[in-house]
Antibody
């Protein structure tokens, strides 16, 4: 079964850091670009970042201003999102999504709450 | 920056046709896709490359894209189609989502 499972979410204070992980299974992970998409409570979808299959090409939403770093480990079939200097407005469910020029597979999401 | 605009809400009676629009500058020159999201669930791709349906998506879902507007059409709408719908397109190497449309079946 093709599956993406996120982990690493939780409650953090403003200014702290968090690292999210996404474990892929059921497909050849190294053949696909991958993305992070977030959704604040009661709000719409917001694209965060993408990384090519090899990791050579990386893109971010302008709003992140260099605070987030996407990476992957193809040997471990895993995608990561390092989030630094977290703010209250980063509170959201974070999804990883497989990129086949569209997001055809999504994980169940992991909740990140930034609050003092 | 590129923007996609959707109506916040659309209502439809069961069995009727629902149309949800997505507007963006020269959107017809890009591929548009659509995601369905039910409460508490992850998004699901329902239309890609303007008008293609992934495996498992019912035939009542269709799409079109021309000029500045992409449209998701649901024919014979069922209660189970009540959900939020998001359009999406690529602008250079960045991903753009529309703000989402809540489809109510009543």
């Amino acid at each position: 079964e093709v599956q993406l499972v996120e982990s690493g979410g939780g409650l953090v204070k403003p200014g702290e850091s968090l690292r999210l992980s996404c474990a892929a299974s059921g497909f050849t992970f190294s053949n696909y670009s991958m993305n992070w998409v977030r959704q604040a409570p009661g709000k719409g979808l917001e694209w965060v970042s993408s990384i090519s299959s090899s990791g050579n090409y990386i893109y971010y939403a302008d709003s992140l201003k260099g605070r987030f770093t996407i990476s992957r480990d193809n040997a471990k079939n895993s995608l990561y999102l390092q989030m630094n200097s977290l703010r209250a407005e980063d509170t959201a469910v974070y999804y990883c999504a497989r990129d086949s020029d569209v997001f055809d597979i999504w994980g169940q999401g992991t909740m990140v709450t930034v609050s003092s | 920056s590129y923007e996609l605009t959707q109506p916040p809400s659309v209502s439809v009676s069961p069995g009727q046709t629902a149309s949800i629009t997505c507007s963006g500058d020269k959107l017809g020159d890009k591929y548009a896709c659509w995601y369905q999201q039910k409460p508490g669930q992850s998004p699901v791709l329902v239309i890609y490359q303007d008008n293609k349906r992934p495996s498992g998506i019912p035939e009542r879902f269709s799409g079109s894209n021309s000029g500045n507007t992409a449209t998701l059409t649901i024919s014979g709408t069922q209660a189970m189609d009540e959900a939020d719908y998001y359009c999406q397109a690529w602008d250079s190497s960045t991903v753009i989502f529309g703000g989402g449309t809540k489809l109510t079946v009543l």
